[in-house]
């Protein structure tokens, strides 16, 4: 199996500008989970999906963010606009329910200018 | 309220050295308990879990784990460390049910000295 596959890799914006990060969940895996990751505020759960519906989103630190999972496939988190202080590293993570063990990708990491 | 402590930010341990990172929990219903490890710019790879049963558990990389539940601990320990074990250990506790979410701690980060 691929793992959780993310794109970009890599994302480097200026202020104003939309964002938006992808992700494909192991397949099969019905659970899926967008996390941020900062030095100052360590690894936080953004906002996480149960067979493509939005359960809890109360991590999405403010409307700039959305996330959509129109299919069990794929998901996407939008930014829209971009601050410098959006600079993170973004993961998306998906379980199959099993213990709720969390499969993590290799993250999207963003700079915002 | 639910959460995950790990009370060391940063450790140093020298290689071939004994390691034991600490967890504490707080969490209503019986835990499930991961450790996860990030190397530099990785994701988060599974090292270990506890679900139920023996309360010492063994992961991959020759770490392993034990549940204390009367200390609301799940420490990791590594009998001799290499320095490929370098690198941030999360703690997470979950209802283990399908479709719920992790506590993840705040991390501590693994030196290792030569």
């Known amino acids: 199996d691929a793992g959780v596959i993310q794109s970009p890799r890599h994302e480097v914006t200026e202020m104003g500008q939309e964002v938006t990060l992808r992700c494909k969940p192991i397949s099969g895996h019905n659970s899926l989970f967008w996390y941020r990751q900062t030095m100052m505020r360590g690894l936080e759960l953004l906002i996480y999906f149960n067979n493509n519906v939005p359960i809890d989103d109360s991590g999405m630190p403010e409307d700039r963010f959305s996330a959509k999972m129109p299919n069990a496939s794929f998901s996407t988190l939008k930014i829209q606009p971009s601050e410098p202080r959006d600079s993170a590293v973004y993961f998306c993570?998906?379980?199959?329910?099993?213990?709720?063990?969390?499969?993590f990708g290799p993250g999207t990491r963003l700079t915002v200018l | 309220a639910q959460s995950v402590t790990q009370p060391d930010i940063h450790i140093t341990v020298s290689e071939g050295a004994s390691l034991e990172l600490r967890c504490n929990y707080s969490y209503g219903a019986t835990p499930y308990l991961f450790w996860y490890v990030q190397s530099p710019g990785q994701g988060l790879q599974l090292l270990l879990k506890?679900?139920?049963?023996?309360?010492l558990v063994q992961g991959i990389k020759g770490f392993e784990a034990e549940f204390k539940r009367s200390q609301s601990s799940f420490n990791l320990r590594k009998p001799s460390v290499h320095w490929s074990d370098a690198a941030e250990y999360f703690c997470a506790v979950g209802a283990g049910q399908a479709g719920t979410a992790l506590i993840f701690g705040k991390g501590t980060t693994l030196s290792v000295s030569s």
């Open positions: 993570a998906s379980s199959d329910g099993q213990g709720a063990q969390q499969f």
């Open positions: 506890y679900f139920s049963g023996d309360t």
